[in-house]
């Protein structure tokens, strides 16, 4: 949900933490992690 929030609705790291009640540096813990899912899930597909 916050990859959405952030790279498909545009929305600030700022605005996601208020949106969901939580800190900004718990949004940017989730968005490294949601991408580094992604990477290892298109590596496997294109390995």
Do not use: P, W
């Not at 949900?1 to 813990?29: D, N, P, Q, W």
Request: include cysteine.
């Amino acid at each position: 949900m916050i990859f959405v929030l952030k790279h498909f609705e545009g929305y600030k790291i700022r605005e996601i933490a208020s949106m969901i009640g939580c800190g900004e540096g718990t949004v940017k813990k989730y968005l490294f992690e949601a991408n580094h899912k992604l990477r290892d899930q298109l590596s496997e597909l294109y390995a």
